[in-house]
């Protein structure tokens, strides 16, 4: 018993700080320019696969840097030149944009890669285990990705909350009139804002290559749940997506591990005929069954009884 639960608790907070790393480019758009970006988990899966491209030539580390550069430099254009020429016109047509370009991405990486997955392999500096425990070996890369995740976590926050750049970009999304009168260039800073997120989706991208299979389906697998993780943190808060991550992390890895059924709990079903037919299924499904949808399940909660999220500070 505390095999598994030590063994889940760690899966469970690397898993949640690749979800944070991911999220926190989401975060940032939408806290400082009010943006929903539905192509954030696309810009995720063109970091990985440019890290892929370039460590080919260069090795991994090459790749580390200028994925991320390269994806910046992308999302900075895409909000330049499509965007900024739709945020006229409201947030719905922000976000059918976001959304289309999700689509327009994961084509364009098919017909350059193919839908294969690619034989993304970590560092060899960092490709051995850190420690072992219960006869598991934990690779020194994913303890990499989660300093990572921290460092992120704790420079994104500062910069946000402390610094005068993070001020004058907040004031920027109310008040952008008042901040241009001071000198500022808003549209450079909404241009650099939306590089910089999409550049973090890339780093997230970049990291998780390696660990998980890269593939022009990788946005789709882990898209969904990077928006539980923003709607249940708050959208705009950057702890709140740390705690949610976390959370959705240690809750999904657990649930994995519970092989518990209401007919283990309270025992066979008694009844029989139609009673049987209806609720047999649902007696007999296990919670580690049931592991994908929780997180969903949570948000559904979430917009319930807390619509602006465990720490956010607008309505979902």
């Avoid at 500062?158 to 004058?168: F, H, M, N, P, Q």
């Avoid at 702890?239 to 959370?247: I, K, N, Q, R, T």
């Amino acid at each position: 018993m505390l095999e598994i639960i030590f063994i889940s608790t760690l899966n469970g907070i690397l898993y949640g700080m690749l979800l944070f790393l991911m999220a926190s480019g989401l975060t940032v758009i939408f806290s400082m320019m009010g943006v929903l970006n539905f192509a954030h988990a696309s810009f995720y899966m063109l970091g990985a696969f440019f890290g892929f491209e370039i460590s080919r030539y260069m090795g991994y580390w090459p790749g580390f840097v200028l994925a991320p550069l390269l994806v910046g430099v992308i999302g900075m254009g895409v909000e330049r030149y499509g965007l900024r020429q739709v945020h006229r016109h409201g947030h719905v047509a922000e976000l059918l944009f976001t959304f289309g370009l999700t689509f327009v991405i994961q084509e364009l990486i098919e017909m350059i890669w193919g839908k294969l997955p690619m034989n993304y392999s970590a560092p060899t500096a960092l490709n051995f285990p850190a420690f072992e425990i219960f006869a598991i070996n934990y690779p020194m890369f994913k303890l990499f990705g989660l300093s990572v995740s921290i460092a992120i976590f704790v420079v994104l926050l500062a910069a946000v909350k402390r610094s005068r750049v993070g001020l004058v970009v907040q004031a920027a999304l109310s008040h952008p009139g008042m901040v241009g009168m001071l000198g500022h260039n808003v549209d450079r800073i909404f241009m650099l804002v939306f590089g910089l997120g999409t550049g973090l989706a890339a780093v997230a991208g970049v990291i998780a290559g390696p660990v998980l299979v890269t593939q022009s389906n990788m946005a789709a697998l882990l898209g969904p749940i990077l928006f539980v993780v923003v709607v249940v943190g708050g959208l705009g808060s950057l702890a709140g997506a740390f705690v949610a991550s976390l959370m959705i992390g240690l809750l999904q890895t657990f649930a994995v591990a519970c092989n518990l059924s209401l007919a283990g709990v309270f025992g066979q079903l008694g009844a029989s005929g139609a009673l049987v037919a209806y609720i047999g299924d649902i007696w007999t499904v296990t919670v580690a069954q049931l592991a994908t949808i929780l997180p969903y399940l949570l948000l559904v909660l979430i917009l319930i009884f807390r619509p602006r999220g465990l720490m956010g500070t607008r309505e979902s």
